[in-house]
T-cell receptor, first 109, second 114 residues
Framework: GQNIDQPTEMTATEGAIVQINCTYQTSGFNGLFWYQQHAGEAPTFLSYNVLDGLEEKGRFSSFLSRSKGYSYLLLKELQMKDSASYLCAVRDSDYKLSFGAGTTVTVRA | NAGVTQTPKFQVLKTGQSMTLQCAQDMNHEYMSWYRQDPGMGLRLIHYSVGAGITDQGEVPNGYNVSRSTTEDFPLRLLSAAPSQTSVYFC?????????????FGAGSRLTVL
């Protein structure tokens, strides 16, 4: 099975940087995904890590350390539209995807 | 390109009633799945399929049935609805016959069981 932990809520100011941590325990690791979900909408894919290190995609970056069972999503130059839930998801060796409960980020002016 | 289409968007049922949530995708994805999303619990996998004719159980399969007669369609059936099945349901698909890759989600179906 999978155990995925991420903080419930975070608040930051427009223009700032926020880091959302995700720790996981899994019987077999085969990739980690981050999704964004605005209130009342479907999740949308943000990033994917399968090897250790940093993946950068515009204002968003994601980091993975497989030995520590740890990932983070870094949101830079925060905008009001970044207010959303951010879901960490881990794929196991059977290619099943399990999600954490999500971190709600509120961006304040 | 419609992506993943779910119907209905909203449904209210009485305890004991049955219904089917429809899911169709037009991306020729091999992998399809159903999740439910409850406050504070995240998305939980109900059933999934890696191709037509193949289905398997996820984390919370009890009370639900699925079938995959075509690549495009993956309906979720509630056999006898219970209040505990009140939730938002998402269908999601991806390429890859091994299992989940980058998922494309439908818009969701909000189900209330009274």
């Amino acid at each position: 099975g999978q155990n995925i932990d991420q903080p419930t809520e975070m608040t930051a100011t427009e223009g700032a940087i926020v880091q959302i941590n995700c720790t996981y325990q899994t019987s077999g690791f085969n990739g980690l995904f981050w999704y964004q979900q605005h209130a009342g909408e479907a999740p949308t894919f943000l990033s994917y890590n399968v090897l250790d290190g940093l993946e950068e995609k515009g204002r968003f970056s994601s980091f993975l350390s497989r030995s520590k069972g740890y990932s983070y999503l870094l949101l830079k130059e925060l905008q009001m539209k970044d207010s959303a839930s951010y879901l960490c998801a881990v794929r196991d060796s059977d290619y099943k995807l399990s999600f954490g409960a999500g971190t709600t980020v509120t961006v304040r002016a | 390109n419609a992506g993943v289409t779910q119907t209905p968007k909203f449904q209210v049922l009485k305890t004991g009633q049955s219904m089917t949530l429809q899911c169709a995708q037009d991306m020729n994805h091999e992998y399809m799945s159903w999740y439910r999303q409850d406050p504070g619990m995240g998305l939980r996998l109900i059933h999934y399929s890696v191709g037509a004719g193949i289905t398997d159980q996820g984390e919370v399969p009890n009370g639900y049935n699925v079938s995959r007669s075509t690549t495009e369609d993956f309906p979720l059936r509630l056999l006898s609805a219970a209040p505990s099945q009140t939730s938002v349901y998402f269908c999601a698909s991806s390429s890859g016959e091994s299992g989940a890759n980058v998922l494309t989600f439908g818009a969701g179906s909000r189900l209330t069981v009274l």
